[in-house]
């Protein structure tokens, strides 16, 4: 049982379901996406409840804080019990805003656009960009 009192920030990682492997945790460990204070944590630190982390996994940044320890991969549900998401409002609603930009499809089989039509798609997609840049000068 003693063993089992410690728990590496890898292994924790992936028990909350953050990465989904051991091995990728550990790889964003070493790589210097997992940082405690601003510092870069090896993979073998020991979680502690209460401690809190920067975890940045390609564009997305999550800022998490440890609540209970969990030493083994569990369903999702259980797992979000187990740490406090505590990242900043506005670093969350800046990178999503960039890919829930409207796409635009066409009908299979309708072949390729015409001239007229590629002139429709530009005007359509000017007016609705021009809304983001009245927002975010």
Request: a positive charge; charged letters at 35%.
């Amino acid at each position: 049982m003693a063993e089992q009192e410690k728990l590496r920030i890898d292994k924790y990682l992936w028990a909350i379901r953050l990465f989904k492997t051991r091995t990728l945790a550990t790889e964003a460990c070493k790589a210097g996406r997992v940082k405690m204070n601003g510092q870069n944590v090896k993979a073998s630190v020991v979680v502690k409840p209460g401690d809190v982390y920067q975890v940045s996994k390609g564009i997305e940044k999550k800022v998490i804080e440890v609540v209970e320890l969990l030493y083994t991969r569990v369903e999702s549900k259980i797992a979000l019990t187990k740490y406090k998401d505590i990242t900043p409002l506005e670093e969350t609603q800046g990178y999503k805003s960039m890919f829930h930009a409207p796409v635009l499809k066409r009908d299979r089989g309708a072949g390729r656009p015409t001239k007229h039509d590629r002139r429709k798609i530009d005007d359509l997609t000017d007016n609705l960009f021009e809304d983001d840049k009245k927002d975010n000068p």
